[in-house]
């Protein structure tokens, strides 16, 4: 997995945070309307969009438009802006054959970036995480499905070992919360799991959890 080092090269934006945002309300747009906010977004400054973990192939925005117009939207605030601009597009799907075939047509339309839900499974996530090696994807994971197994402090598993586990898999980066989101509170814990995502190694920090 190559990180954010790769996403940086793509969008040609170092030496600041990369801003980016969801988009919103997450169900119940158009396809043409979400290509619209997705436009908005990115000419109002943003560097990438990304569809959030909810939106799949719904009746009111098949995964096939929200392509089409999440890709117009993205074309047209390059031009504007004269920057590089991106969406995240999830291509999280029932079946592998699913997940693969969206992944292609994102290819296809100029996307180089995907995104899935944790909830498909491992065996999934390498299996996807392997196909954007070999076509140059990056790839981008929600945490969905994580709170099952991660929430509770008394049994489970912390958060940062999903996080190790994602980047080992081929994930490049991760929803890994913020101090103020719904996810985590705590700011050291969150604080670890970036440090999780972005080291090399980890030492032994015990007010972080390591």
Not at 58 to 64: A, E, N, S, V
Not at 90 to 109: H, I, Q, S
Not at 123 to 138: C, D, E, F, G, V
């Given at each position: ?188 814990m969150v604080k670890g799991f970036y440090t999780t995502l972005l080291a090399t190694q980890s030492e032994i920090n015990l007010p972080q959890g390591l």
């Open positions: 997995a190559t990180g954010v080092i790769v996403e940086r090269e793509r969008l040609d934006k170092f030496g600041r945070p990369l801003l980016g945002a969801t988009v919103k309300p997450k169900l119940g747009l158009s396809g043409k309307n979400y290509g619209r906010v997705v436009y908005e977004g990115l000419k109002g400054g943003l560097d990438f969009l990304k569809d959030d973990e909810n939106i799949n192939s719904q009746p009111f925005m098949r995964w096939r438009e929200r392509f089409l117009f999440g890709m117009e939207g993205v074309n047209r605030a390059s031009a504007a802006t004269g920057e590089i601009k991106g969406h995240y597009f999830n291509v999280t799907a029932g079946t592998m054959e699913d997940v693969y075939e969206r992944a292609e047509f994102g290819k296809e339309l100029g996307s180089v970036i995907i995104m899935i839900d944790l909830v498909m499974g491992y065996t999934a996530i390498q299996s996807i995480a392997k196909w954007s090696r070999q076509n140059s994807m990056i790839l981008h994971l929600h945490r969905a499905g994580s709170s099952t197994y991660a929430r509770q402090k008394t049994h489970g598993m912390n958060f940062r070992v999903i996080c190790k586990w994602m980047r080992m898999a081929g994930v490049d980066h991760i929803h890994a919360g913020t101090v103020v989101g719904k996810l985590e509170g705590d700011p050291l």
